[in-house]
């Protein structure tokens, strides 16, 4: 069955970096987009970026220019790397393969000081 491991989540001052990963198996994963979500408590989840499995990268406003995500087709992994870090960053990080109910287990992130 697709499992979706997801890693990198920690504390971290405000204008640091994470590095978030997520290993995908039972998928064949060159063929299918990719996005990162978080849930912040009180907060609806949302999409934070995504790529297709040709690469093509969105990202939401608030985090354009901060954050990058890529993917590693021979790895089935997919990277988000998120830099200059703020408080209102600070949620649940869950990877996901778009367009299906397939989610990792959500890795934490906390930007304080």
């Known amino acids: 069955q697709v499992q979706l491991v997801e890693s990198g989540g920690g504390l971290v001052q405000p204008g640091g970096s994470l590095r978030l990963s997520c290993a995908a198996s039972g998928i064949i994963f060159k063929i299918y987009g990719m996005g990162w979500y978080r849930q912040a408590p009180g907060k609806q989840r949302e999409l934070v970026a995504s790529i297709t499995s040709g690469s093509v990268t969105n990202y939401a406003d608030s985090v354009k220019g901060r954050f990058t995500i890529s993917r590693d087709n021979e790895k089935r992994t997919v990277t988000l790397q998120m830099n200059s870090l703020k408080p209102e960053d600070a949620a649940v990080y869950y990877c996901?393969?778009?367009?299906?109910?397939?989610w990792g287990q959500g890795t934490q992130v906390t930007v304080s000081s």
């Open positions: 996901n393969v778009l367009g299906t109910t397939k």
